[in-house]
């Protein structure tokens, strides 16, 4: 409240600051700690639930103790962007993000592990809109239209396999690759994607103007394929399996 009479305002921050790290700042004189526990309790309690609710496999791989340790590090240390609760997992990466070059008490794949899992309520909520597009366009001469709710994700951790009881030490030689998707029913759903078809999804986003023809004819050159031709046929059935998958709504109009 910046707008607060200055002393308000100074137990207003008072208050904060001990809520944030009651261990190491006391609570604002004249206040029965009694109930201040009530806020502190309430205030981390409501933190970590919500948390808990974003990230549940990574809660059980680090198991209770360290996983509030964990949180009680947000709570003090993080300054959230946005005030909004959906957006508490976001705020919670950012903070993994930033403490993980000096955190070695956090297994190597947890930061990759939480957006694996922050990725399902992300996809949940977006207010994405589908564009115009034809939905029985020609996928090879017209230009297809990738879903914005259908996402590629590429992870050096096999995220969707981690948990209490696979904890990998060391990442595979090969990436995991996976495709989310909301479909209309509003379920988010997760896929295993092959390196080309999640180049291809990748390409699509990137060159969005091109033809289906002219984003095989690119990929078969990337992958050295010497039959260009025989390459966009085999592509014909995969531009025709995502659109019955929803990830590639049709083509533009």
């Known amino acids: 409240m910046p707008d607060a009479p200055p002393r308000l305002r100074a137990q207003q921050l008072a208050l904060t600051r001990h809520l944030r790290d009651p261990q190491a700042v006391s609570a604002p004189d004249g206040v029965e700690d009694r109930r201040v526990a009530i806020y502190r309790d309430l205030v981390f309690n409501n933190v970590e639930s919500l948390l808990a609710g974003n990230f549940p496999v990574l809660k059980q791989v680090l ?16 300054r959230a962007q946005t005030p909004l609760f959906p957006e508490l997992g976001r705020e919670f990466l950012r903070f993994l993000d930033a403490r993980e070059d000096h955190a070695p008490s956090l297994p190597p794949f947890a930061g990759e592990l939480a957006h694996y899992e922050w990725v399902e309520l992300a996809l949940q909520i977006s207010d994405a809109e589908l564009p115009s597009f034809d939905a029985r366009g020609e996928l090879i001469d017209g230009v297809p ?7 590629p994700l590429a992870y050096a951790w096999p995220v969707h396999r981690i948990g209490p009881d696979h904890r990998p030490e060391v990442p595979p030689p090969e990436p995991t690759l996976l495709l989310v998707r909301r479909g209309p029913d509003g379920d988010v759903r997760f896929s295993q994607l092959s390196p080309l078809a999640f ?44 659109r019955g998958a929803g990830v590639v709504l049709g083509t533009r109009l």
């Not at 103790?65 to 009680?72: F, M």
């Open 63 to 78: 198991g209770d103790s360290h996983w509030r340790a964990l949180v009680r590090d947000f709570f003090r240390v993080h």
């Open 145 to 151: 239209v990738l879903s914005p709710l259908a996402w």
């Open 199 to 242: 180049r291809l999804l990748q390409r699509l986003d990137e060159a969005p103007t091109l033809t289906g023809r002219a984003q095989l004819e690119a990929l078969a050159s990337e992958a050295g394929h010497a039959d260009a031709d025989a390459f966009v046929e085999q592509g014909r059935a995969l531009f025709e399996q995502m």
